[in-house]
């Protein structure tokens, strides 16, 4: 019997059908160890020794695979061809060694780009050893991340209260983000103008035409700068006569796009689906790993984290016949195209992102997939097949006109575009072409010297713009651009930095928090070299240098950690005011932007005197004034607004707009920015009415009628028609509710607050009080993901008090911030519960006195790490329920009351 180890369930699966009863296929799930989550794990003085820990969902699994290993003939290790796979195979293997499972018995590695029948059986037959230079690329990365990561954000917390973390590869992601943000704040519009002419020919056929010169001087786009210089064009085309000087028509070739790569699938899913980089990737695995095709289970595409754009010899024989089937031998070139990329490392060894089978057409598989996944692979097979396709064929004809009026000259230009031949645009088109704005239109026929008829000349005003905030697509180009990180890990990255709330999502915008902006900042003044994109894009190059066998890994680790522990000790003596006035300096213009009135932005409005600056309390950074406590005035740090904008709409710089006047009062509601965000205010005083905007709410778009309904709440629906009690609706800590009669309902949404009405208000009355009666039941599942691939039973995802989960067998994991429910796979689900599982506490002991402690010393998710350590030390039974008391600041006598009392409960 040989045992075959993959990463995931699904993908052993698959493979076991493959392979048959000689083979026993067992999924590690993912990684099985990692550096433990403490100081120490990498160890610089001990030439970078490294401490790893088991996962604790994946010891029994460890332990499964071990058991089976040791009557094996042969151990074959399957996991993905990338330096990741390389890792995990690499981790079975020594903890395998270590558990002594491995006797005499041959270690194989395989790899294949597909999960297909061929593809398998083809790898089986060319084992070869564990990669140590891809493995030794795996170790540097692992370490840099750590030792960036564990040093550096002791040095946040500590100089920076409210910081959560810094990352090698996400700090420098988020810088972009903010940078970018600058960019828009600072930016000055520019006023420009556009003169057109509409033209006729002889034919009476209408163009449009632009100036491009006048009275001998070339115009740009942004050469017209006032009006007045406008107006002096517009009146000479107005009575001058109009000829062709020239007309010029040649073919313009537009070649396909290549194959997607990891970085291209993710861009292009996120404009053309509007899927984020891990959704699209996650979507992708489960096209990779193996979908039921009327009974059989089949990889769909090949691997899907590669940065090649070379499709192997089969497919593009495969992509060929498919394009003479479907589109003639008209759309295909005489040759196979050819692609190439600039990098060069291990991973572009892979082919590019294609079908396993051409044949298989999107319209044909699509009844298999849901929505989109259905969505994901058409997109990929029609990239595919487009990039063996022939050359799409344009005409681009440019007419150069000119206009007299005996004085003067004005030199105008019209441009048009047609397609003589489709090409590979018959079947795929990005969508968002960087073509000029007239490709698409068609000129009327025109010949030199022909006299032209002057229709109507316009001058229009335009103000430039500034640069687009950056999508997820628009953000992983600009990476791999740069050189930072690798492709396949973008999706984590970005994740990470919307889970740590430094980047929100707007619009399919990223926008950086205040929480970013501070930990750039902070980065920008004292660690500037580690968040430069220069800096960052060398280390990923070592990194594939350690992959090709070009650099030893330690070498690469000796010379970062020389100048990064040099930094961190300069850092040392650092007080929390020098770091204040030093991210205070560097984000003026985004915290106190000029309003272009002469008054001083810092200048505080309440006392007049005061000065502003940033400040740090309990809840994190704010704006207060120099002459606190004397003065009070404070407000959160200023929100950038919509896109294009240079600074928020929604509020003045001090912190404040007004909406109107409350028609019942005749006092002023203001909308303003406090330390827990935006609320409303009716009219001033010592303790005015104030509520805060509910979530979901967008300040720029808040008017008066929304600002009196918010304030307006609690508002009274009706009286109950059986027991005469009022019903009230309105917005609590849980969200909005209904209260009748010392009860509460909830109520679906924010909106209905302002609009239930009374049937409505009882039935969901009736309902909660109908669910009390039957005690505590569960959520209605919004999703049933089947039967748990290991233990059996349903495994659905619900909604809850407190947020999605999902649930299996009476263990429930809530879903991780951000995620959405919809989007949860089996493979996610079973992840969530085992580590939920996994953290669960022991059952109960008798006697229940010797037990209370241990559920007073239950760690937290927080905590888990240092649990586990000293869970490894003997220690008296007693030990950990003082200390879990002294944690809690109260002795240890009060720690064992609870306990005494539950055991005379029952």
């Given at each position: 019997m ?14 076991n059908k493959?392979?048959?009863s000689?083979?026993?296929v ?11 989550a403490k100081?120490?794990s ?5 030439d970078?020794?490294?401490d790893?820990?088991i996962d604790g ?17 042969k ?15 690499w981790h079975?293997?020594?903890?395998l060694?270590?558990?002594r499972?491995?006797?005499a018995q ?10 297909t029948?061929q ?7 060319h084992p070869?050893?564990?990669?140590a ?6 170790l540097a990365r692992r370490?840099l ?13 500590r100089k920076?209260?409210g ?23 600072t ?5 420009y103008?556009?003169i ?14 632009r ?23 517009r009146?000479?085309l107005?009575r001058a006569t109009?000829?062709?000087a ?5 073919p313009v ?7 997607f ?6 861009q292009a899913a ?9 959704r ?6 489960k096209?990779?790993?193996g979908?039921d ?5 089949v990889?769909?595409?090949t ?6 754009v ?9 992509i ?5 089937e ?29 079908p396993?089978?051409?044949?298989r ?15 994901l ?13 022939e050359a799409a064929?344009?005409?681009r ?6 206009a007299e ?7 105008l230009?019209a441009?048009?575009s047609?397609?003589r031949?489709?090409g590979?645009?018959a ?10 704005d007239?490709e698409?239109?068609r000129l ?28 997820e697509?628009?953000?992983v180009?600009k990476?791999?651009?740069l050189g ?20 929100t999502?707007?619009?399919?915008r ?5 929480k970013g ?6 980065l ?8 430069e994109?220069?800096f960052?894009?060398g ?5 594939d240098k350690i992959s ?8 690469v680790?000796r010379?970062?950690?020389?100048q990064?522990?040099a ?5 040392k003596?650092?007080r ?6 030093a ?5 003026a213009?985004h915290i106190?932007p000029?309003?272009?009135?002469g008054?001083?932005?810092?200048a505080c409005?309440?006392?007049g005197?005061?000065r502003?600056?940033?400040k ?5 950074a704010f ?19 919509a896109e294009?904008?240079a ?14 006047t ?7 509601v203001t909308?303003r ?9 009716l009219g001033e005083?010592?303790k005015?009415k104030?509520?805060?905007l509910p979530?979901?709410w967008?300040?720029p778009s808040l008017?008066?009628e929304?600002?009196?309904a918010?304030l ?9 028609p059986e ?7 309105g ?7 209904l209260?009748?009669d010392?009860?509460?309902a909830?109520?679906p949404?924010v ?8 049937n409505?208000?009882v039935?969901?009355i009736?309902?909660?009080?109908a ?10 599942a919004?999703a049933e ?15 809850g ?5 999902v ?11 951000g995620?959405?429910p919809?989007?949860?796979?089996m ?9 939920r ?16 402690p241990?559920?007073a010393a239950?760690?937290s998710?927080a ?15 007693k030990a950990p329920?003082?200390?879990a ?6 002795p ?5 009351k ?6 005379a409960?029952?």
């Amino acid at each position: 019997m040989n045992v075959v180890i993959v990463e995931s369930p699904a993908k052993a699966k698959t493979i076991n059908k493959y392979l048959g009863s000689g083979f026993t296929v067992l999924a590690s799930y993912g990684h099985v160890r990692d550096l433990p989550a403490k100081d120490g794990s990498v160890r610089p003085d001990e030439d970078f020794a490294m401490d790893w820990e088991i996962d604790g969902k994946s010891a029994k699994r460890l332990a499964e695979i071990a058991q089976a290993v040791k009557g094996a003939d042969k151990l074959i290790l399957a996991t993905d061809p990338d330096r990741e796979g390389e890792a995990i195979s690499w981790h079975v293997l020594q903890i395998l060694k270590e558990k002594r499972a491995l006797k005499a018995q041959p270690v194989e590695r395989v790899v294949f780009n597909a999960v297909t029948k061929q593809a398998v059986l083809e790898a089986m037959r060319h084992p070869r050893a564990i990669d140590a230079d891809l493995v030794d690329a795996y170790l540097a990365r692992r370490a840099l991340d750590y030792l960036v990561g564990f040093t550096l954000s002791p040095v946040l917390w500590r100089k920076l209260p409210g910081a959560r973390s810094a990352g090698r590869v996400q700090s420098v992601a988020l810088r972009l983000i903010c940078d970018r943000e600058l960019e828009i704040e600072t930016f000055v519009a520019q006023e420009y103008w556009s003169i057109v002419a509409r033209l006729a020919t002889p034919g009476n056929e209408e163009f449009d035409a632009r100036v491009t010169a006048f009275s001998g001087r070339k115009l740009g786009r942004l050469d017209v700068k006032t009006g007045g210089e406008a107006g002096q064009i517009r009146t000479m085309l107005e009575r001058a006569t109009f000829r062709v000087a020239s007309v010029e028509s040649k073919p313009v070739r537009r070649n396909p796009y290549p194959p997607f790569t990891t970085s291209t699938l993710q861009q292009a899913a996120n404009y053309a689906l509007g899927l984020s980089a891990s959704r699209a990737m996650q979507t992708a695995q489960k096209l990779y790993e193996g979908v039921d095709i009327g009974g059989e289970t089949v990889g769909l595409i090949t691997y899907m984290r590669t940065d090649g754009v070379q499709i192997a010899p089969e497919g593009v024989a495969g992509i060929r016949q498919v394009i003479g089937e479907d589109f003639g031998a008209r759309y295909l070139p005489e040759k196979p195209r050819h692609y190439e990329t600039k990098a060069k490392n291990a991973q572009e060894a892979h082919e590019a992102i294609r079908p396993t089978d051409l044949t298989r057409r999107p319209r044909d598989v699509a009844r298999y997939l849901d929505a989109e996944q259905a969505k994901l692979y058409e997109l990929i097979w029609k990239r595919a097949v487009a990039s063996q396709m022939e050359a799409a064929v344009l005409e681009r004809t440019t007419v150069e006109i000119v206009a007299e009026d005996g004085t003067e000259r004005c030199d105008l230009r019209a441009v048009g575009s047609v397609v003589r031949f489709d090409g590979f645009l018959a079947l795929y088109a990005e969508g968002r072409d960087d073509e000029e704005d007239e490709e698409g239109k068609r000129l009327p026929a025109m010949r030199e010297k022909d006299d032209l008829a002057r229709r109507k000349i316009t001058a229009d005003q335009h103000f430039t713009e500034p640069p687009p905030r950056f999508t997820e697509a628009t953000l992983v180009k600009k990476m791999e651009e740069l050189g930072i990180g690798r492709p396949s890990t973008y999706a984590s990255t970005l994740q990470v930095l919307r889970d740590r709330d430094y980047v929100t999502l707007e619009k399919r915008r990223l926008i950086p928090g205040d929480k970013g902006r501070l930990v750039t900042a902070f980065l920008e003044s004292f660690f500037e070299r580690y968040i430069e994109y220069g800096f960052t894009a060398g280390l990923e190059e070592s990194l594939d240098k350690i992959s090709a066998g070009e650099l030893s890994w330690k070498d690469v680790l000796r010379d970062f950690w020389r100048q990064f522990s040099a930094s961190i000790d300069g850092t040392k003596d650092l007080r929390v005011g020098q770091v204040l006035d030093a991210i205070d300096a560097l984000l003026a213009p985004h915290i106190f932007p000029d309003k272009g009135d002469g008054v001083d932005p810092r200048a505080c409005p309440t006392c007049g005197g005061g000065r502003l600056s940033l400040k740090l309390g309990k809840f994190g950074a704010f704006i207060g004034c120099s002459n606190y406590p004397d003065c009070r005035y404070t407000r959160q740090l200023q929100a950038s607004g919509a896109e294009g904008d240079a600074a928020d709409p929604a509020l003045t710089v001090d912190g404040t707009r007004e909406l109107g006047t409350d028609p019942a009062t005749g006092q002023v509601v203001t909308l303003r920015s406090g330390r827990f965000g935006p609320y409303v205010q009716l009219g001033e005083g010592e303790k005015p009415k104030r509520a805060s905007l509910p979530k979901g709410w967008d300040a720029p778009s808040l008017d008066l009628e929304k600002a009196l309904a918010l304030l307006n709440l609690p508002r009274e629906v009706g009286l109950h028609p059986e027991t005469k009690k009022p019903i009230q609706a309105g917005i609590g800590r849980y969200g909005p509710f209904l209260l009748h009669d010392g009860g509460y309902a909830n109520l679906p949404g924010v909106d209905e607050v302002f609009t239930v009405g009374l049937n409505r208000a009882v039935a969901l009355i009736a309902e909660k009080a109908a669910s009390r009666g039957k005690g505590r039941a569960a959520p209605a599942a919004l999703a049933e993901l089947g039967d748990h691939p290991t233990l059996g039973g349903p495994v659905t995802v619900r909604d809850g008090r407190y947020g999605p989960y999902v649930s299996h067998d009476k263990v429930n994991a809530t879903l991780p911030k951000g995620m959405d429910p919809k989007t949860v796979t089996m493979e996610i689900a079973t992840a969530l519960l085992a580590e939920r599982a996994a953290k669960a506490p022991p059952p109960k002991k008798a006697p229940a006195r010797k037990a209370a402690p241990k559920k007073a010393a239950e760690p937290s998710d927080a905590a888990e790490t240092t649990t586990k350590t000293a869970a490894a030390k003997p220690k008296s039974a007693k030990a950990p329920a003082k200390k879990a008391a002294a944690r809690a600041d109260k002795p240890a006598t009060m720690a064992k009351k609870p306990a005494a009392k539950k055991k005379a409960a029952g």
